[in-house]
């Protein structure tokens, strides 16, 4: 079973076990998918975390991406990434921004 939580500015994601410890070679507080950061004067923070299996042992994480630019306005986007049943994060960063400006909806890929 996976878990996904926003730890400040960080979104986390914990894989538990059936007696509700981490499983074997996950950290105990979680691994970090995501956390704010400052790009051409946008400061970007995380927020809204969902996660959904993959089916094969490893989930997909979604968040929606807010943008602060200074003295313009907000500006958003939707991310994701694929984590494998090991704790490898296979995909974040620019290549997986999913929505461009986003719409104003929280993303869950739970949601169908």
Known sequence: ?????LDGSDVVVQRVGFGGA??????SAGLTVATSRSENYRYWYPESPGIVSDG??????T????AYVPKYEWDEEIRAAHILGGGTIVGVGDDLALVTPALALAPNPSAG
């Not at 079973?1 to 939580?5: E, G, I, K, L, R």
């Not at 981490?22 to 950290?27: A, L, R």
């Open 1 to 5: 079973m996976y878990a996904t939580w």
């Open 22 to 27: 981490p499983s074997p070679g996950w950290p």
């Open 56 to 61: 094969f042992g490893g989930a997909l994480v």
């Open 63 to 66: 968040w929606r991406e807010r």
